[in-house]
């Protein structure tokens, strides 16, 4: 998700449920009722990132409290703040300012000129010019508060570095709660850098890490999800005073700042899921610690089934079919309080664990791997390529076994953004109007017919399209790096919307990056060391699943699929599992017996819901849904799996939350335990991945080539005979 959205996301309807408990008792109860449900409503959709269909709700929330307790009751201004935040984070500013002013208006009036209340939306105000690009407004009303951070954003925005400065070292004296103080030490990072001086803007945007980490330490895991997206105070994100050092350290260029950029960008990608990946995989020193690590485990898992019995009793909710409403209210209630507790207990043990054994909390909460550990797992012909997008500007790294190497390339978040958008919408329309729909697949009616994928209107003029985005990524992003390029193994370490990329694909207008690279993908480059510990099998024996039954079309290609590939194997086809015997359960059962798992399904990415992706098995009862959904996968253990291959549509797809942290069927079947994983982009044509799947076992089996070579060596083939990119590259190889 776009930053600009996590710098508001803050501020939207915190007060919502408080400001509906200071009703009076036993008046308007039908109504307060009401406005309670709708609340409720309001809560899940700007929970989902769904802001434009909480709108309606929080109004009528609004209309009611106005009759209950009056329009010019504090409570009424609460609420009118809370959507004036709402529609500021659409970016409709003209809906949000005079909703500001009109609260404003209400508190100074009832609750006086000095009351907070008056203050904070006074800055609201102000704060939304700033971002609507209305300088002088803002500055009035930053005067007018006597100044602080608020003023200091002004100067900033208008340059003046050495005013800012001022500002925002009063707020660092003003400052109680660290999220104040992170602000102001970002602040004051920003003042000096935008002076020249360097050292001292190194000197506060490392305080404000500092502030950061060690507020990370105490977070349990869901309050850790957006952490690193989230705003402070003045319009802060926490991302900023690593960015901030990012620059700084670029600017200066001192020696080793190579490394030094490396490790700071470390810091931030694909945090959560490296502390996954170490808390799985580590064994204490005593009995006692192992206890503790299981204990911690422990938690992790009571959380996440928490989580999903909270998310399956909300769309329960918000189903038409469903007339009793309250019973499930009630028991969504029930669990998120369950939820709430849990939470709070995680805290208090990961607390309690530093307080004793402060090594072994380093286990539960490492930090990324210094580089030459990461250097010494790799290959002496690889590259590896690590990336981070910021708002500005990307950085790159080379790094090889012998050396490492830093870019600062001039394309910024938001082009790179538009681009992959661009080739997006080509690949979509691969697909009928009917495809194109929020539902990843297409149900079938006795009057339905299987669609035709791959035909557009106009195939010329769509791969014309996808070559100048692909070209324009190429040059910008790739070859500025490419002359420094030895090996033709390459190991891309994307960040942000930079994972959606196939980077296979990315042509300089004459060839592609597959023809000449063997490529594979790292979720952080620390992560390397992790996969590597699993030893590779000399036994290959295959579990394959293909096309299960389901309510959607039949995967005809797949069943052919599967059943060539199982021809390769040792055990020739003796665990493949078709249609009605395609069962979750089966899987379930069987997965951890074998080095090779193929599941040709349908598949579906829940951007809203990510840990309800999931791949689609044959239904049996109803304890089995069909559905192995992600954060099933998590509770997986595959032992000797080192390949998973998920043919199926979007596998490859995850959410992106807390600065660069996946949620998704990739990063979950990677934690399961398996160390290599096969997935895809985008919803992948049947006859054409069934072909390319055929070839790439070929290769790697018969042909002994590499993973990432023998996907390469059957992309190229696949090339040649359909040639739109949407055929050929949307699979990707993930992991070691």
């Given at each position: 998700?776009?930053?600009?959205?996590?710098?508001?996301?803050?501020?939207i309807?915190?007060?919502?449920?408080?400001i509906?408990?200071?009703w009076?008792?036993?008046?308007?109860s039908?109504?307060?009722?009401e406005a309670?449900k709708l609340?409720?409503?309001?809560?899940?959709?700007y929970?989902?990132?769904r802001?434009?269909d909480?709108?309606?709700?929080?109004?009528?929330s609004?209309?009611?409290?106005?009759?209950?307790?009056?329009k010019?009751?504090?409570?009424?201004?609460g609420?009118?703040n809370?959507?004036a935040a709402?529609?500021?984070t659409?970016?409709d500013?003209?809906?949000?300012?005079?909703?500001?002013?009109?609260?404003?208006e209400?508190y100074?009036?009832?609750?006086?000129?000095?009351?907070?209340?008056?203050?904070?939306?006074?800055?609201?105000?102000?704060?939304?010019?700033?971002?609507a690009?209305?300088l002088?407004?803002?500055?009035?009303?930053?005067?007018?508060?006597?100044g602080?951070?608020?003023?200091?954003?002004?100067?900033?925005?208008?340059?003046y570095?050495?005013?800012?400065?001022?500002?925002?070292?009063?707020s660092?004296?003003w400052s109680?709660?660290k999220d104040?103080?992170i602000?102001a030490?970002i602040?004051l990072g920003?003042s000096?850098e935008?002076?020249?001086?360097?050292?001292?803007?190194?000197r506060?945007?490392?305080?404000?890490?500092?502030?950061?980490?060690?507020?990370?330490?105490?977070?349990?895991?869901?309050?850790?999800?957006?952490?690193l997206?989230?705003?402070v105070?003045a319009?802060f994100f926490?991302?900023?005073?690593?960015?901030?050092?990012?620059?700084?350290?670029?600017?200066e260029k001192k020696?080793g700042?190579?490394?030094e950029a490396f490790?700071m960008?470390?810091?931030?990608k694909g945090?959560?899921?490296l502390?996954?990946l170490a808390?799985?995989?580590?064994k204490?020193?005593?009995?006692q610690d192992?206890?503790?690590l299981?204990?911690?485990k422990?938690y992790q898992?009571e959380?996440?089934?928490?989580?999903?019995?909270?998310?399956i009793?909300e769309?329960?909710?918000?189903?038409?079919?469903?007339k009793?409403?309250?019973?499930?209210?009630?028991?969504?209630?029930?669990l998120q309080?369950?939820?709430?507790q849990?939470?709070?207990q995680?805290?208090?043990?990961?607390?309690?664990v530093?307080?004793?054994?402060t090594?072994?909390?380093?286990l539960?909460?490492?930090?990324?791997?210094?580089?030459?550990?990461?250097q010494?797992?790799?290959?002496q012909?690889t590259?590896l390529?690590?990336?981070y997008?910021?708002?500005?500007?990307?950085?790159?790294?080379?790094?090889?076994?012998?050396s490492?190497?830093?870019?600062?390339?001039?394309?910024?978040?938001?082009?790179?953004?538009?681009?992959?958008?661009?080739?997006r919408?080509?690949?979509l329309?691969?697909?009928?109007p009917?495809?194109?729909?929020?539902?990843?697949?297409i149900?079938?009616?006795p009057?339905?017919?299987?669609p035709?994928?791959?035909?557009?209107?106009?195939?010329?003029?769509n791969?014309?399209?996808f070559?100048?985005?692909?070209?324009?990524?190429?040059q910008e992003?790739?070859a500025?790096?490419?002359?420094?390029?030895?090996n033709?193994?390459?190991v891309?370490v994307?960040h942000?919307?930079?994972h959606?990329?196939?980077f296979?694909?990315?042509?300089?207008?004459?060839?592609?990056?597959v023809d000449?690279?063997?490529?594979?993908?790292?979720?952080s480059?620390?992560s390397?060391?992790?996969?590597?510990?699993?030893k590779p099998?000399?036994?290959?024996r295959?579990?394959?699943f293909a096309?299960?039954?389901?309510d959607?079309v039949?995967?005809?290609?797949?069943?052919?699929?599967?059943?060539?590939i199982?021809?390769?194997?040792?055990?020739?086809?003796?665990?493949?599992y078709?249609?009605?015997?395609a069962?979750?359960?089966?899987?379930k059962e069987?997965?951890?017996?074998?080095e090779?798992i193929?599941?040709a399904?349908?598949?579906?990415f829940?951007?809203?819901?990510?840990?309800?992706?999931g791949?689609l098995?044959s239904?049996?009862d109803?304890?089995?849904?069909?559905?192995?959904?992600?954060?099933?996968?998590f509770g997986?253990?595959?032992?000797?799996?080192?390949l998973v291959?998920?043919?199926a549509c979007?596998?490859?797809?995850?959410k992106?939350?807390?600065?660069?942290?996946?949620?998704?069927?990739?990063?979950?079947?990677?934690y399961?335990?398996t160390?290599?994983?096969?997935?895809?982009?985008w919803k992948v044509?049947d006859?054409?991945t069934?072909?390319?799947?055929?070839?790439?076992?070929?290769?790697?089996?018969?042909e002994?080539?590499?993973?990432p070579?023998a996907?390469?060596?059957?992309?190229?083939?696949a090339?040649?005979?359909?040639?739109h990119?949407?055929?050929?590259?949307?699979?990707i190889m993930i992991?070691?």
């Open positions: 998700m776009n930053k600009r959205f996590w710098l508001k996301i803050q501020m309807l915190l007060t919502f449920s408080i509906i408990c200071l009076p008792k036993g008046t308007f039908q109504g307060l009722e309670k609340n409720q409503e309001v809560v899940r959709l929970q989902e990132g802001y434009q909480a709108i309606p709700y929080a109004l009528r609004l209309e009611i409290l106005g009759k209950a307790l009056g010019n009751h504090p409570s009424v201004a609420f009118l809370n959507l709402l529609y500021q659409l970016g500013y003209g809906q949000a300012e005079p909703l500001y002013k009109r609260s404003f209400i100074e009036k009832a609750l006086g000129k000095d009351h907070p209340n008056v203050a904070t939306s006074l800055n609201n105000l102000g704060f939304l010019f700033l971002e690009g209305r002088d407004e803002a500055y009035q009303i930053f005067k007018k508060r006597g602080g951070s608020g003023l200091g954003r002004y100067y900033l925005a208008k340059g570095y050495q005013e800012a400065e001022k500002e925002f070292s009063r660092l004296k109680q709660g104040f103080i602000a030490h602040g920003l000096y935008g002076q020249g001086k360097h050292d001292q803007a190194r506060h945007f490392q305080e404000g890490i500092g502030i950061v980490e060690e507020q990370w330490l105490t977070l349990s895991p869901s309050a850790k999800k957006c952490f997206s989230g705003k105070g319009g926490r991302l900023e005073p690593y960015e901030g050092m990012l620059r700084v350290i670029f600017k020696k700042y190579e490394k490790q960008a470390e810091r931030v945090r959560i899921f502390e996954m808390t799985r995989q580590l204490g020193k005593t009995k192992d206890d503790v299981q204990e911690e422990s898992r959380l996440a089934t928490l989580q999903k019995r909270i998310e009793q769309d329960l909710l918000a189903k038409d079919t469903v009793e409403k309250e019973p499930l209210r009630k028991n969504i209630k029930k309080k369950e939820f709430q849990k939470e709070q995680y805290a208090s043990f990961i607390e309690e530093k307080l004793k054994n090594e072994l909390a380093s539960i909460s490492p930090s990324p791997e210094p580089i030459e550990k990461i010494a797992s790799l290959d012909d590259t390529i690590e990336y997008t910021a708002k500005d500007r990307t950085y790159a790294w080379l790094m090889t076994k012998e490492l190497k830093a870019f600062s390339l001039k394309a910024d978040e938001a082009t790179i953004s538009q681009k992959t958008e661009e080739i919408q080509t690949i329309a691969n697909f009928s009917q495809e194109r729909n929020a539902d990843p697949h149900i079938l009616t009057k339905s017919k299987a035709t994928k791959g035909k557009t209107a106009n195939p010329g003029e791969k014309k399209r070559l100048e985005s692909s070209r324009y990524l190429y992003i790739f500025p790096l490419e002359k420094e390029i030895k033709k193994k390459l891309i994307p942000g919307v930079l959606k990329i196939p296979a694909a990315l042509t300089d207008g004459k060839k592609y990056l000449s690279f063997d490529l594979s993908y790292l979720p480059a620390s390397l060391t992790y996969l590597k510990k699993k099998s000399s036994q290959k295959l579990l394959a096309n299960p039954t389901t959607y039949p995967l005809g290609f797949a069943e052919t699929e599967a059943t060539t199982s021809k390769l194997f040792p055990n020739k086809g003796e665990n493949l078709k249609t009605d015997k069962t979750e359960t089966c899987f069987k997965a951890q017996g074998f090779v193929h599941l399904t349908h598949g579906e829940n951007e809203l819901q990510p840990m309800l992706s791949l098995f239904k049996e109803q304890s089995n849904d069909g559905k192995l959904q992600v954060y099933e996968v997986l253990d595959l032992p000797l799996a080192h291959t998920l043919s979007q596998t490859g797809l995850c992106i939350q807390g600065g660069d942290d996946l949620v998704g069927l990739s990063r979950s079947f990677i399961a335990g160390p290599s994983l096969l997935a895809s982009l044509e006859e054409s069934a072909f390319l799947m055929e070839k790439f076992y070929q290769k790697w089996l018969n002994g080539m590499s993973k070579k996907l390469r060596m059957a992309q190229l083939e090339k040649e005979k359909y040639d990119p949407y055929f050929w590259a949307p699979f992991g070691e």
